[in-house]
């Protein structure tokens, strides 16, 4: 068997906890799509505002910023020099392909897609929209759900897989409650957050093995 794929099931092993309910998610909501329109998700999703909300999805959202994508790899090198280097790596790594991806494909965000329509829109107060080309995917989400990835894969207890999924959400979710991205947006994000970091880890695990003599 390849050596790639044999070191990808192995990473997967690692990760169930993560991609099994992760994958329920993903088919969840390629089942709406199904039934509802881009628009119609935006503004049931538009809907839901409270004060609650308003005030704490605003800091959620950090979780997936660059800033905390730094803090983070700082901290974990700090208590697992391996598993840091991991992160900081993956980071760049999903990074660079959503980037490329925001450029080649250069699709409006919600504030320019609904330019003729924004007096229907609510919008978080004191939060600035960005309104350009860089909707899909949401880099947010990839850096939410590459952290929640590698974060599982180290974790001894597997059962963290699920806080680290939950908070990875939130993110996301964040996302489309401020107006800065579609459902599909965050939906691709949090794909590619996932798939590559394991992809990423694969390649990390098959480097380590050829540095250690395996």
Request: with cysteine; glycine share 6%; net charge positive.
């Amino acid at each position: 068997m390849n050596t790639f794929l044999k070191n990808f099931i192995t990473v997967y092993q690692q990760l169930k906890w993560l991609v099994w309910p992760f994958a329920l998610l993903v088919i969840t909501v390629l089942i709406t799509r199904l039934v509802i329109s881009r628009q119609d998700a935006y503004f049931f999703i538009n809907k839901l505002h409270t004060p609650a909300g308003d005030f704490l999805f605003p800091r959620i959202t950090e979780l997936g910023s660059v800033a905390a994508a730094v803090l983070i790899s700082l901290l974990l090198l700090v208590i697992n020099r391996r598993a840091g280097a991991m992160l900081a790596t993956a980071y760049l790594f999903t990074a660079a392909i959503s980037f490329t991806l925001k450029a080649m494909i250069g699709f409006p965000r919600p504030h320019r897609y609904f330019a003729s329509r924004l007096q229907e829109i609510y919008f978080v107060p004191g939060v600035p929209v960005l309104d350009n080309f860089r909707s899909f995917p949401s880099g947010h989400s990839v850096c939410a759900f590459t952290a929640a990835t590698v974060l599982s894969y180290y974790a001894k207890n597997k059962y963290w897989s699920l806080l680290y999924l939950a908070l990875a959400m939130l993110v996301g979710y964040s996302r489309m409650y401020m107006s800065q991205h579609f459902l599909e947006d965050v939906t691709a994000g949090a794909t590619l957050g996932v798939v590559f970091s394991m992809v990423w880890l694969s390649i990390f695990r098959g480097k380590t093995a050829q540095l250690s003599g395996q």
